[in-house]
């Protein structure tokens, strides 16, 4: 059966779509004529434009395009949409907004002591981990994916914490604490190593975890989450098998796998990026040494 039986809203979620426009509008607004509102302004380089434009992408396919609605019918659309919403769009957005944006924003009162404390590295690599696993324990889940107000407080907690995570990592911002060289190395590795009891339990569980994705009652429950409820009034709605072929445990153990690779790929990117990084600094190091070396032999 086709999705489109839920209606354009609940397809194409419009307003989320909307809000992203304007913040993206909001964006060029402030990168572009309103940056005289901030102190030493330099211009956007055109990379950091593409990826804010690929985060706000990232997050419509996530929470607004098709995949929210399909993730609230099946496990395994579920994890993907997480995966992107967790793993993707956070360094999407420290990459795409200015420095100089940034350090304006975690100069704030209220901002500043937060981002110190929930930044430093063992915090946040422990806070996203454990957020996320806590998550997918299975009478915490249920009750979550059923309830709007516990589901959307959940979500942003987790996101936000993701940003922790990735800030010790990815920031450049000058007279901010950073982690450098093999612990950087270190880092991203503690992070695959901690999210794989999740994906672990989840891929290798004997019989379906989630009542959510088992029960008809409980699932219709949470597609109220994503569907009008007049539209869900008018449907007769059986289950998941309804929209998928898969059985409720293959739904689930591909849930655990997708999002396992496309950690993988994820960490594994930043693993590369780190290397690249570390190698242009020695050489930069290099050249420095060799530029001096003909003043030393003097």
Known sequence: MSLNIF???????????????LLTILYFYLTGPGRKHFRNPEPVLL????????????LYISKGSPLDLFGHITFSGHMASMAILFLIVPPLLIFGIPIWMWQAFVS?????????????????????????????????????KTNPLYHSIVTTVIFVAAFFMYWPLLNKLPNWKQ????????YIIGNSVLITP????????????????SNPQAWIQA?????????????????????????VMEDQQLGGI????????VYGSFLAYVFYEWARKEREKDKVNMDYSPEILK
Request: hydrophobic share 55%.
């Open 179 to 186: 982690i450098n060289g093999l612990k950087k190395i270190a």
């Open 198 to 213: 999740a994906c672990g339990l989840i891929i290798f569980a004997s019989s379906p975890l989630f009542e959510t994705y």
């Open 223 to 247: 597609l109220s989450l994503c569907v009008p409820s007049e539209m869900l009034s008018g449907l007769s709605l059986t289950g998941p098998e309804m929209f998928s072929s898969m059985p």
């Open 47 to 58: 990379k950091q434009k593409v990826y804010f434009l690929l985060a706000m992408i990232s």
């Open 258 to 265: 997708i999002m396992k690779i496309i950690q993988e790929i």
């Open 108 to 144: 704030l009162p209220i901002i500043h002591p937060i981002m110190k404390l929930f930044t430093q590295p063992i915090i946040a690599l422990l806070l996203f981990n454990t957020f996320f696993s806590l998550y997918h324990v299975p009478m915490i889940f249920d009750v979550v």
């Open 7 to 21: 209606g354009f809203r609940a397809m194409w979620s419009p307003y989320f779509f909307i809000f992203l426009v």
